[in-house]
């Protein structure tokens, strides 16, 4: 995906959820707090082989990309909700860009239960 800059913001046709895992009180995780709603994003896609590097744990069959558009705090272990499914972010790495900003979401290819 390398060079997509600009061009990823036309590609943005969807609107995701952010949630936070909550606080574990007594003994007990509750709900995942909702942290950012309507973040414009592109479809989740296959990831590139930079990424593959970078995690060799993993193959590419567990891993999906997304990139989203916007400034967030967006940490590894949060989740992005994507068409009401789940899917829990491994990596959050901004891409700046002269004018916008994007992040770029590497996140497991299996849906939360």
């Known amino acids: 995906m390398a060079g997509l800059g600009n061009?990823?913001?036309?590609m943005m046709s969807k609107r995701v959820r952010i949630t936070r895992p909550s606080a574990i009180v007594n003994k007990?995780?509750?709900e995942p707090d909702?942290?950012?709603v309507e973040v414009p994003?592109?479809?989740?896609?296959p990831?590139?082989?930079d990424i593959l590097v970078r995690m060799p744990d993993k193959v590419a069959s567990e891993l999906l990309q997304v990139f989203i558009g916007g400034d967030y705090e967006i940490r590894e272990g949060d989740s992005i909700i994507v068409?009401?499914?789940p899917y829990v972010i491994r990596t959050s790495?901004?891409?700046p860009l002269r004018d916008r900003?994007?992040?770029l979401l590497v996140v497991d290819n299996t849906k939360v239960r």
Request: with cysteine; charged share 15%.
């Open 47 to 49: 990831v590139s082989a």
């Open 28 to 30: 007990v995780r509750g």
């Open 34 to 36: 909702v942290i950012y």
């Open 83 to 85: 068409d009401g499914a």
């Open 41 to 45: 994003c592109t479809n989740l896609l």
């Open 93 to 95: 790495d901004p891409w």
């Open 7 to 10: 061009g990823a913001y036309s």
């Open 101 to 103: 900003k994007l992040i």
